[in-house]
């Protein structure tokens, strides 16, 4: 699906100069990975066993993560204090460590209840194209999805987000979402289970 045709959504907590440029204007896809950080990063807590080395060492590459996610979103303060944690926990320095989580926790949550506005005007706008359009989905369209997704080949993200409004259409939006979900995550044996349970798993292996 091309890039909704609409202004750059300004968010607070995020640098709107250099996302669009940095994402080409591309606003829904932007959006998703925006609202993919937000969900794999709810739970941003210090382990609770603060002294055990080895959680702290898969702690601090979570939040290696978290960083180069903040960095490539624009979100530049997330970005510097999941830096600061990160370092504050390779030097061993727990209690630094467990009072930037705070900050860092703060941070995030503050950020996503900033985003969420955004995120759901471009759900609604999405949802407003796949009732507008008349595109059908032929079976062999759908036999090449479903081709892609046993392969699990990265082309199946592409091709996700053009059946978007026609899959969103009749596949309804409770399990369209779990499906996009699923994507979003590279889970494509979960994504082809999605598709065989609705009214299109006849046309998956069609030849």
Known sequence: MPPIDAPWPHIEGIDTLDVCA???????????MLAR??????DIGLPLDGT?????????????KLRGGACILGAKALYALAGQVES?????????????????SSELRCLADNARPVLDAVNTRTEELSTT??????PQVIAEFGALLRR????AVDCFKSLSPQLRHVMGPS?????????????FDAALNDLRESRL???????
């Open 201 to 207: 798993s006849g046309n998956i292996d069609a030849p």
């Open 52 to 64: 055990d080395s080895a959680s702290i060492e898969l702690y601090a590459r979570r939040l290696h």
């Open 133 to 138: 359009s008349d595109i059908q989905l032929a």
């Open 88 to 104: 504050a926990c390779l030097s061993g320095d727990t209690d630094e460590a467990a009072r930037l989580t705070t900050k860092l």
């Open 152 to 155: 699990q080949s990265l082309a």
């Open 175 to 187: 399990l369209f979402q779990q499906m996009r979900t699923h994507i979003d995550h590279l889970q």
């Open 22 to 32: 940095r994402w080409c204007g591309d606003v829904a896809l932007y959006t998703t």
């Open 37 to 42: 950080l937000f969900d794999e990063f709810r």
